[in-house]
């Protein structure tokens, strides 16, 4: 069972930029499909960026396409999530998830939360205008 520990959330202008990272524990990082989600208050939570096993084939949801870029460091047991344009709407926490299940043929097949099994505890990320 892996353990996962975002971090790298805090207050930003918008127009600004941050980079999550989340690491990873107790498991062989290299056979989960890695994912990051948000969730605002009130709001469901939802897909920002999923990631293959191998780092290949990245997706980003449509709502932060050409602004947020999911990357991995199998060799260091942490997923990576790079924020650039923050606007004021990306503020959530955000979520770092795993699964060993399944093939990662796309992103979008791992835009639900349920297909995920594994959840760290979340980091605050707020964008002031």
């Known amino acids: 069972q892996v353990q996962l520990v975002e971090s790298g959330g805090g207050l930003v202008q918008a127009g600004g930029s941050l980079r999550l990272s989340c690491a990873a524990s107790?498991?062989?990082?290299?056979?989960?499909?890695m994912g990051w989600f948000r969730q605002a208050p009130g709001k469901e939570r939802e897909s920002v960026a999923a990631?293959?096993?191998?780092?290949?084939?990245?997706y980003s949801a449509d709502s932060v396409k050409g602004r947020f870029t999911i990357s991995r460091d199998n060799a260091k047991n942490t997923v990576y999530l790079q924020m650039n344009s923050l606007k004021p709407e990306d503020t959530a926490v955000y979520y770092c998830?795993?699964?060993?299940?399944?093939?990662?043929?796309?992103?979008?097949?791992?835009?639900?939360?349920?297909?995920?099994?594994?959840w760290g505890q979340g980091t605050q990320v707020t964008v002031s205008s």
């Open positions: 998830a795993a699964t060993g299940r399944g093939q990662y043929y796309g992103g979008r097949d791992y835009s639900a939360p349920n297909r995920f099994d594994y």
């Open positions: 990631i293959s096993r191998s780092g290949g084939s990245p």
């Open positions: 107790g498991g062989i990082f290299s056979t989960y499909i």
